[in-house]
């Protein structure tokens, strides 16, 4: 159940309804957005929801409304809220009219590597800079990532070029750690369903991307994100970036179709990466402009000045001239659209 309060409900007012939830049985969520706060009823009441709950809140002088979602993930349903969300990443919009376009390399390498790349992408129009600290590798044996060091990295280039930083968080532990150093917090296709760590997501306020699972079902990715507004956060991106098939040409099988599943079913904002969507380098700019056409509302795009010697993923990974190209290409797409790049 979620409740709608009037506009300019009071903090005395917002506490009577959680209060009364409590007496039911209920966990109130409260969000407060600019213009409405909306209360999110977690838990079964220990009365019937709809013929005694809802008529004692609908009395309450501050409610609006009284919403019965059906679907499991009610925060990041549609019907809690009909609008999209636009996030605001230190300025920069994700949901809205402009295409939000993240670039950089697939692991932080050195301060160089990081630099010539965050200088080179954001002249070519990229507006955040991804780089990996902490890589979730499928060998033990293979590049691990810098850590510290590499968000370290990243800070200093987020200082040198004013782009804000999004990179990968894999273990409860370090989210703080993390949350320090990045302006978003990435979560990657294999900790879909680390509800430990979405859980600690929730509890922090840095806007996420929720990545889907390598075989996660669209309504499994969408309860994945429910835990982390279930917990508070609801800066809460998705990204498509492949699920695995029975087709061995691409690495995965980027399903596009994902994109129109998303906007339908909720409010929150869906990003593309056509990187390790489909691992080929000679596909990237093909599929980006797909994804613009289908919906998108950004992408997360691997560019390394000197892919061959990457340390990861460097067989998918844009160099600089290549990344630039697809800038220039994206903008009639994203015109067709409606869209501004
Ligand atoms: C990445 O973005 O480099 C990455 C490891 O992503 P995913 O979790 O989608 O595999
Ligand atoms: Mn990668």
Not at 9 to 22: F, G, H, N, P
Request: hydrophobic letters at 40%; aromatic letters at 4%.
């Amino acid at each position: 159940m979620i409740i709608i309060l009037k506009h300019g409900a009071s903090d005395d007012e917002v506490e009577t309804v959680s209060q009364k939830l409590r007496d039911h049985g209920y966990q109130p969520n409260v969000t407060r957005g600019v213009e409405d706060t909306i209360i999110a009823a977690i838990g079964s009441p220990s009365l019937s929801e709809k013929e005694m709950v809802a008529p004692q809140l609908q009395a309450l002088e501050a409610v609006e409304r009284v919403l019965f979602v059906s679907k499991p993930y009610k925060l990041v349903s549609r019907e809690s809220h009909p609008a999209d969300s636009v996030l605001d990443i230190q300025g920069v919009k994700v949901g809205g009219q402009q295409i939000c376009v993240m670039a950089g390399p697939c692991s932080v390498e050195n301060r160089e590597q990081v630099m010539t790349t965050a200088q080179a992408v954001r002249e070519s129009g990229a507006q955040i800079l991804r780089g990996g600290a902490y890589k979730p590798r499928t060998s033990p044996y293979d590049f691990q990532g810098l850590g510290l060091e590499g968000l370290e990295i990243l800070a200093a280039a987020r200082k040198a070029t004013g782009m804000p930083v999004i990179t990968e968080v894999m273990t409860p532990s370090l989210v703080e750690q993390v949350c320090e150093y990045a302006d978003v917090l990435q979560i990657g296709a294999r900790n879909m369903q680390n509800y430990d760590l979405l859980k600690e997501v929730g509890r922090c306020r840095t806007p996420a991307m929720l990545k889907r699972g390598l075989s996660s079902t669209i309504e499994e990715w969408l309860k994945a994100a429910e835990y982390i507004l279930a917990g508070g956060n609801s800066n809460v991106m998705f990204c498509e970036r492949g699920i695995r098939t029975f087709e061995p040409s691409t690495r995965f099988t980027l399903d596009l179709s994902a994109v129109p599943a998303i906007k339908k079913a909720s409010h929150l904002p869906i990003i593309v990466d056509p990187s390790q969507g489909t691992g080929r380098r000679d596909m990237v700019i093909a599929m980006s402009k797909a994804a613009i056409a289908c919906g998108a509302d950004g992408l997360l795009i691997e560019v390394h000045p000197h892919p061959e010697d990457a340390m990861s993923d460097g067989q998918q990974t844009l160099d600089i001239a290549q990344f630039n190209t697809l800038m220039h290409d994206l903008k009639p797409i994203a015109a067709a659209v409606g869209r501004s790049l």
